[in-house]
């Protein structure tokens, strides 16, 4: 009777454990708990429930609670890796790369071909520099698990490494053709391609990964660079050269200062036009989503810059105001009433554009 009654307890918490686990995987932490938190009054020595606490409580940025849950899946189980292998993930989040390495390095002891073991072993490698080893273990987890996208991943990271950008390319590539959804795979390409200068490729394959996770800054970070450079292109230089001729020429020639002034805003003029021109063209060849998205993004950024402008004038002129020698300057006449009160308009516009603003979307 008594082995009937654990042996329904154990499929109690197997049920409560699988519920859990489902809500950890889409990112649901703080729903997942309360189950957790049944499963461990069932079994409080439950590694998988004191391990999934500590998952968890990482996804809640709760790092000292997570570590003590990891803590407590290593003594209920010394022999199995979860345990060593959260504590890596934690001292990794706390910076403590010396101590993440040391614990991947004995959860690798426990299961060497584990793919999370190694992936996460990789990932602490990659963080201490030490390409030799990486290289052995991107190697090894292709070799364990050839259909897995984090193989190629973290092989194409080695590669990357050591600047061999042709395998790279072609391991994340690989990655991608396993995991059409992977945003990962999809960064890396682009950063493999902007090496190599093929900007407008690398903008699409930003653009790409961008769109599948939204909520994370590193893709759209990469897309708003490599996007900058890219429209730049050629034509900046070619305005900066244009400028620079004209300024020699001009001090080179005989002419007065009205004629050197005409050379010097006519260079500067063409120089715009050639920016603004070459812009264009560039545009045109992306398509027309990451056109529309990348002016939105420009938008934003121009009015941001405004916004941060005005605001430093601002504090200069107050702190120019309060001093003794600006006083007579600002407060004679209704000069200085018209420029504050101008300026807190300006400001309070600006503000309100500020707040509307939205991120652009994918």
């Not at 391991?171 to 391609?193: C, K, Q, T």
Request: proline letters at 4%.
């Amino acid at each position: 009777m008594t082995t009937d009654l654990r042996g329904d307890v154990r499929s109690e918490i197997r049920a409560i454990l699988m519920r859990a686990d489902s809500l950890l995987e889409v990112d649901r932490p703080r729903e997942a708990l309360p189950l957790l938190q049944d499963a461990l009054r069932l079994n409080p020595e439950s590694l998988h429930a004191l391990a999934s606490m500590s998952r968890a409580y990482l996804g809640l940025d709760d790092i000292a609670t997570a570590r003590k849950f990891a803590e407590a899946a290593i003594r209920a189980e010394p022999e199995n890796e979860w345990g060593y292998r959260l504590l890596s993930i934690i001292h990794q989040r706390n910076g403590k790369k010396q101590e993440a390495f040391a614990a991947a390095q004995t959860a690798a002891t426990l299961a060497p071909d584990s793919i999370a073991v190694l992936t996460q072993l990789f990932s602490t490698l990659r963080g201490l520099k030490k390409k030799e080893d990486m290289w052995r273990v991107g190697h090894r987890m292709v070799e364990l698990a050839p259909n897995v996208t984090a193989s190629h991943i973290n092989l194409g990271l080695a590669y990357l490494d050591y600047k061999r950008l042709d395998e790279a390319e072609a391991a994340f590539r690989h990655a991608l053709r396993l995991d059409p959804e992977s945003w990962v795979a999809m960064n890396n390409i682009g950063a493999v391609l902007q090496r190599k200068n093929r900007t407008s490729e690398a903008v699409e394959f930003y653009y790409g990964a961008a769109r599948l996770n939204p909520a994370l800054p590193l893709p759209r970070e990469n897309l708003f660079k490599a996007g900058k450079r890219y429209l730049a292109g050629p034509a900046t230089a070619i305005s900066v050269v244009i400028v620079v001729l004209a300024t020699i020429m001009a001090a080179a020639l005989d002419l007065n200062d009205e004629q050197a002034a005409v050379i010097f805003w006519s260079a500067v003029a063409l120089a715009f036009v050639v920016v603004l021109f070459g812009r264009r063209l560039r545009m045109r060849r992306l398509h027309e989503p990451l056109q529309r998205f990348l002016t939105d993004e420009q938008r934003r950024m121009r009015r941001r810059s405004l916004h941060r402008i005005l605001l430093i004038a601002l504090i200069l002129f107050g702190l120019f105001f309060w001093l003794p020698g600006f006083i007579a300057i600002f407060t004679n006449g209704a000069a200085g009433i018209a420029f504050c009160a101008g300026a807190s308009v300006i400001e309070a516009v600006l503000w309100a554009f500020w707040w509307r603003t939205r991120t652009p979307k994918l």
